[in-house]
């Protein structure tokens, strides 16, 4: 494979979308583009990998028949639900937390399916168990969370004043987050 072909390759490898010959042209400069791309579609008949022409644009692609290795592997990213999400910011604001203190804090009960979604996400994990009647389990975040969420640790939480900049409290958050905030500083 000659230089100009190498270099036809490179720029159709680092492309985020299929390119025309015109395209290809404008970044590798003189060279007949159409011979290049018929050299690297011989050398890579057969691989794992294809180079491939569709509606005038060239890309590279995974070959057809190892498609279904790609597909086994994929993971899915999955949306919180609202209740997922309010579960995860109380227990991480005010961790070791009951089951009774999420609902308390959140004014509804809680599905257990709500905990096991985010305990499958790795977010939560079980803390012990509260020293009260009925003993009750505790959960807090894990390691996982603090990483997915780029925080070194839990102090690195976005405070009040955060929330607001970032236009993530309407006037009723704010004033229940505030009373949250104050009677843990007068349990402390």
């Known amino acids: 494979m000659d230089e100009f072909a190498r270099a036809v390759e490179a720029t159709l490898f680092a492309s985020e979308i299929p390119l025309t010959v015109e395209q290809i042209a404008a ?40 498609a279904h290795i790609l597909r086994r592997e994929r993971e899915e990213p999955r949306r919180l639900s609202r209740a997922a999400t309010e579960t995860l910011a109380i227990i991480a ?25 985010l305990m499958e996400a790795g977010w939560v994990k079980t803390a012990g168990r509260r020293e009260a009647p009925g003993r009750p389990l505790l959960y807090a975040t894990t390691d996982d969370f603090l990483t997915h969420f780029g925080l070194g640790s839990r102090r690195d939480l976005p405070g009040i004043e955060d929330l607001k ?8 958050d704010e004033s229940m987050f505030q009373l949250q905030l104050e009677s843990e500083d007068e349990a402390d």
């Open 27 to 66: 970044y590798t400069g003189e060279g007949d583009v159409e011979i290049a791309l018929g050299q690297l579609s011989a050398h890579y008949e057969g691989h794992g990998i294809e180079l491939v022409e569709r509606g005038g644009r060239w890309h590279f692609q995974t070959a057809p028949d190892l």
């Open 93 to 117: 604001y005010h961790e070791p937390v009951s089951r009774a203190e999420i609902e308390a804090i959140r004014g509804v009960q809680i599905s257990k399916g709500t905990l096991d979604v």
């Open 165 to 172: 900049a970032a236009g993530l409290l309407d006037p009723l």
